[in-house]
């Protein structure tokens, strides 16, 4: 990833601001641009530093990026997460394993009974990650949600 592709992923978040049913209807703040790699984006995080941008990692894998940018910035770099720590964020990784899956999954079934959430906002997210591993063109992810 360089440094044009993640302004396409920053213009696509002005775009998604900008059409809010009111002006600033959609707080930038609001907003966070979530860049989800595999590997370590040696390159972007060098052009980040080389031009005055701070970069912060809170959590192995995880760093927030700080300066000229109109949103919050993560860059989720899922290969360095920890697996117990991170399960949610590492089923967004390619290289999920079999056991990680039937966490998630089964995390998921308790988290989206009606005692658990709270708002629609957090339904989806749970559901956008379902969505995400039901759609994995990898025969291991088949094979997980057919014993799931």
Known sequence: MDIDAFDKAIGYACLYK????????RKAED?????VRETKPE??????????????????????IEGKIPF???IIVTGKL???EHTWLRALSAK???????????????????????TSAFAFSVMAILWFLSQSGSKKRHRV???A
């Not at 900008?18 to 209807?25: K, P, V």
């Open 96 to 118: 999920m394993k079999k056991q990680e899956s039937h966490a998630v999954l089964f995390i998921s079934r308790i988290l989206l009974q009606p005692l658990f959430y709270q």
């Open 18 to 25: 900008s059409y809010g049913q009111t002006a600033d209807g």
């Open 82 to 84: 920890y697996q117990s």
């Open 43 to 64: 390159r972007l995080l060098l052009y980040f530093t080389e031009h005055g941008y701070l970069i912060k990692q809170p959590y192995k894998g995880i760093y927030y």
């Open 145 to 147: 949600r057919q014993t």
């Open 31 to 35: 907003i966070t641009v979530s860049v």
């Open 72 to 74: 919050p910035v993560q």
